[in-house]
């Protein structure tokens, strides 16, 4: 199928997740991810120096500052909240790490304008991510599933932290001691 930009080209179902307005809305809370198990799921996604990672709610950046920091790999942030946005870009700097390294951005992951199958152009587009990593409800990786679905490369890799993404049969799964849970997806699998 042809990007044109135009919603009426996508299926049925990615037109309705952009079309319905109340997706603009946050619809989860900031739970923010704690150090070890950032550092399991950076490691499970076996990032690599270099590679993008997009995190589609990043909170206060506790994922992707150690993805900058000790993997080495570029990052990108869309959070909905300004607040978490700000404390996010505060904690980078006070690691030295700057925008050619990490970014976030204050707005709604379901935006069209992060989603390349919608004919957006943005440097900032889903699609460009090796890693993509997610901490959110069921519903929201329900949704997200079928546009990373349609999004994300073969070689792209999806890591959930506590919710496991419907339909989707993970590489990796584990459920570890203190309840936490993280969950991997290989894209060339899953599609």
Same mark, same amino acid.
């Given at each position: #199928?042809?990007?044109?930009?135009? !919603?009426?080209?996508?299926?049925? @179902?990615?037109?309705?997740?952009?079309? /319905?307005?109340? =997706? +603009?809305?946050?619809?989860?809370?900031?739970?923010?991810?704690?150090?070890?198990?950032?550092?399991? #799921?950076?490691?499970?996604?076996q !990032?690599?120096?270099?590679?993008? @990672?997009?995190?589609?709610?990043?909170? /206060?950046?506790? =994922? +992707?500052?150690?993805?900058?920091?000790?993997?080495?790999?570029?990052?990108?942030?869309?959070?909905?909240?300004?607040?978490?946005?700000? !404390?996010?870009?505060?904690?980078?700097?006070?690691?030295?790490?700057?925008? /050619?390294?990490?970014?976030?951005?204050?707005?709604?992951?379901?935006?069209?304008?992060?989603?390349?199958?919608?004919?957006?152009?943005?440097?900032?587009?889903?699609?460009?991510?090796?890693?993509?990593?997610?901490?959110?409800?069921?519903?929201?990786?329900?949704?997200?599933?079928?546009?990373?679905?349609?999004?994300?490369?073969?070689?792209?890799?999806?890591?959930?932290?506590?919710?496991?993404?419907?339909?989707?049969?993970?590489?990796?799964?584990?459920?570890?001691?203190?309840?936490?849970?993280?969950?991997?997806?290989?894209m060339?699998?899953?599609?």
């Amino acid at each position: #199928m042809q990007m044109t930009g135009e !919603l009426s080209q996508l299926p049925k @179902v990615l037109r309705e997740i952009h079309e /319905d307005k109340t =997706l +603009l809305e946050p619809i989860i809370f900031h739970v923010p991810t704690n150090e070890k198990i950032a550092y399991k #799921m950076l490691e499970v996604a076996q !990032l690599k120096p270099g590679e993008i @990672v997009c995190d589609l709610g990043s909170g /206060d950046g506790s =994922l +992707l500052i150690p993805a900058a920091r000790d993997f080495g790999a570029h990052c990108v942030g869309i959070e909905i909240n300004p607040k978490l946005v700000a !404390l996010a870009q505060k904690k980078a700097k006070k690691f030295g790490l700057g925008e /050619d390294r990490i970014k976030f951005i204050n707005d709604n992951f379901f935006n069209r304008k992060f989603w390349h199958y919608t004919g957006s152009r943005d440097e900032y587009v889903v699609r460009r991510a090796d890693v993509v990593t997610i901490y959110l409800c069921y519903n929201a990786n329900e949704l997200l599933r079928k546009m990373l679905s349609f999004e994300l490369r073969p070689e792209a890799r999806v890591v959930s932290h506590d919710f496991p993404i419907k339909y989707w049969e993970p590489s990796y799964e584990k459920v570890y001691e203190d309840g936490d849970s993280i969950y991997m997806y290989e894209m060339s699998k899953v599609l």
